[in-house]
């Protein structure tokens, strides 16, 4: 039996003889693929795939066909009457505009204070300023704490009674202020907050694309007779532009998903409603009055903005062939 085996091994990969002496592939088709890189690498790739297509892709799907129905977290979900109902309540939804409004005036108020507060401070720190590591730790030690531990930290701090803000401008005559119960305030009080937390990060972004620029450029703009201020506006900050990029796409993903930092920082999925944004208002609707197929519409809605973020930068990145 060894040797019937032995045979047809030495069969099936055993070369034709070519005219020019060399020795053809004589493996079939089937073979070769086996062969192949994609099959032997399988492995390592599947299972991770697998997972990924069943529990986030398959997920997406079915919260797509969720939204479709009239689901309300009782029995079972009737898919034969498939309808867009959920997305035109939506359409007429007041609640929804304003939460789509504050949605984005958080993304855009967040991401670009961020990379300005975080290119400021990378251009300071590039200076090679003295104790320059220990600031660098410092500023980037908030981007280690989770959404929650911040949360609990300026719900603190904006405090109406024993507030640090409060009791600070207090001795100048000022407030107090309810940083988290007005309307008016609680926005911006949040988007501060965030900023705290997240421009550590975007300045180690532009920090680390400030030390890989060639020394020489530095050198030849000084040659020139430019000015520090004049150097790094026209001739470093332009190199910056795909960490800015980058950093960008990163912030408005995590302004997307702030629920949980809503959450802590108001003590609920009620917020007031200048901070109401699509995400605690998906969860209310969902797990508050049970709508769980209106609370899957507003997840598609909030599916398709993250997609026009992430999308173009995708798109850009497999131009440059970097995917």
């Known amino acids: 039996m060894r040797n019937v085996l032995d045979i047809l091994r030495s069969f099936w990969q055993a070369g034709d003889a ?14 070769r693929w086996l062969d192949s890189d994609f099959v ?37 979900p009737d898919y034969a009457n498939l309808s867009l109902r959920n997305y035109w309540a939506m359409v007429q939804d007041p609640q929804i505009w304003s939460a789509t409004r504050n949605t984005f005036v958080l993304l855009v108020a967040f991401t670009l204070t961020c ?17 320059g590591r220990t600031f660098r730790t410092v500023y980037l030690l908030p981007f280690a704490l989770s959404f929650i531990v911040t949360a609990q930290f300026w719900r603190w701090m904006y405090n109406v009674d024993n507030g640090i803000i409060n009791e600070f401008i207090g001795v100048f005559g000022l407030g107090p202020y309810s940083w ?34 060639p020394k020489d450029q530095y050198e030849a703009a000084r040659v020139d007779g430019a000015s520090t201020v004049r ?19 990163v912030l408005m993903l995590f302004a ?49 903005l993250s997609l026009a973020v992430i999308t173009p930068y995708l798109y850009n990145q497999y131009k440059r062939g970097n995917l």
């Not at 070519?18 to 073979?31: C, E, N, P």
């Not at 332009?238 to 796409?249: D, F, G, T």
């Not at 920082?265 to 208002?281: E, F, N, Q, V």
């Open 40 to 76: 032997q690498s399988a492995p390592f790739w599947l299972p991770p795939f697998l997972l990924m297509g069943f529990f986030v892709y398959a997920a997406i799907g079915w919260n797509f066909l969720l939204s479709l129905t009239d689901f309300s977290g009782f029995g079972t």
């Open 115 to 131: 990379l300005v507060v975080g290119l400021v401070l990378a251009l300071l720190l590039d200076r090679e300023i003295r104790f």
């Open 231 to 249: 150097m790094y506006w026209r001739v470093i900050v332009p190199q910056l532009r795909p960490a800015m990029v980058s950093a960008s796409v």
């Open 18 to 31: 070519r005219t020019d002496g060399g020795v053809a592939d004589g493996r079939s088709s089937s073979r």
């Open 180 to 213: 988290l119960g007005s309307p008016r305030l609680v926005l911006g009080s949040v988007i501060f907050a965030l900023v705290w937390q997240f421009s550590g990060y975007t300045m180690i972004i532009y920090l680390a694309a400030l030390r890989s620029i």
């Open 256 to 304: 997307l998903k702030a629920f949980d930092f809503l959450y802590a920082i108001s003590g609920g999925y009620r917020p007031r409603r200048g901070a109401d944004i699509l995400a605690t208002k998906m969860v209310r609707e969902a797990f508050g009055t049970n709508e769980w197929a209106y609370g899957s519409a507003i997840a598609i809605a909030l599916f398709v």
